[in-house]
């Protein structure tokens, strides 16, 4: 079992940045796929971007591209999601997930963080 904590969501105005945060325990984390994921009022969680366990391939959605960047550090079991240029379009409950397959699809990953906010005024 793999429990994931993310943290560093919050409040911000358009075009400021923030950083996400997601630490892991319980499993060999370096062996692991990591994704971000986020779900906004009232519709369907989405991929965002997904970073493989070595961390020399990454993915992003279309939405995304440009102004996220995914990153990991294995030694600190903690994978990031540094957010740039920040639109209230962006405005969801961010996920992290974990997945043993390099993959943009929700349903391939197995274990998954509680959420955090993250709100864009316009």
């Known amino acids: 079992q793999v429990t994931l904590v993310e943290s560093g969501g919050g409040l911000v105005q358009a075009g400021a940045s923030l950083m996400l945060s997601c630490v892991a325990s319980g499993r060999t984390f370096s062996s692991m796929n990591m994704g971000w994921f986020r779900q906004a009022p009232g519709k369907e969680r989405e991929f965002v971007a997904v970073i493989s366990w070595g961390g020399t391939s990454t993915y992003y959605a279309a939405s995304v591209k440009g102004r996220f960047n995914i990153s990991r550090v294995n030694a600190k079991s903690t994978v990031y999601l540094q957010m740039d240029s920040l639109k209230p379009e962006d405005t969801a409950v961010y996920y992290c997930?974990?997945?043993?397959?390099?993959?943009?699809?929700?349903?391939?990953?197995?274990?998954w963080g509680q959420g955090t906010q993250v709100t864009v005024s316009s």
């Open positions: 997930a974990a997945s043993r397959s390099y993959s943009a699809r929700e349903v391939d990953f197995g274990a």
